[in-house]
């Protein structure tokens, strides 16, 4: 609690990405705050990532979501709050924290933040999280 989870991951990774001073290879980069994860009603990566809240011409969510099939390491979703939010076992967030999500591909790069809680634990036991 308090050492700059969310600054460094929520706020600078991005920034940094953005001006291209980090991960010149991400082509996408979405940052999801899970503290209202159980709000959610994603059944889709196009709900999942809120690609149709974005201002976008019609069509462009799904061509979007095509990408991020066709390109996963180009991709990088960034998860901040794991422990802020209450992540349903049955949600399509759940299943990609676990990479088993039929919707997206298990090659997108996730960087999840976290305080030490339970459901950490429980991802731990079911995914080889690289920690490096």
Request: hydrophobic share 40%; charged share 25%.
């Amino acid at each position: 609690a308090g050492c700059g989870k969310t600054t460094i991951f929520g706020l600078k990774v991005p920034h940094d990405w953005a001006t291209g001073e980090i991960l010149e290879d991400v082509v996408l980069l979405f940052s999801l705050k899970l503290r209202d994860a159980h709000l959610w009603k994603a059944k889709t990566t196009v709900d999942l990532l809120g690609l149709d809240s974005l201002n976008l011409e019609a069509g462009e969510p799904q061509q979007i979501a095509a990408f991020i099939k066709d390109h996963p390491k180009q991709v990088m979703i960034s998860c901040d709050g794991l422990d802020e939010g209450k992540v349903k076992k049955s949600s399509l967030l759940w299943a990609m924290l676990q990479r088993r999500s039929n919707t997206l591909p298990a090659e997108i790069r996730l960087l999840v933040t976290s305080r030490p809680c339970p459901i950490v634990t429980k991802l731990d036991k079911s995914c080889r999280f690289d920690r490096r």
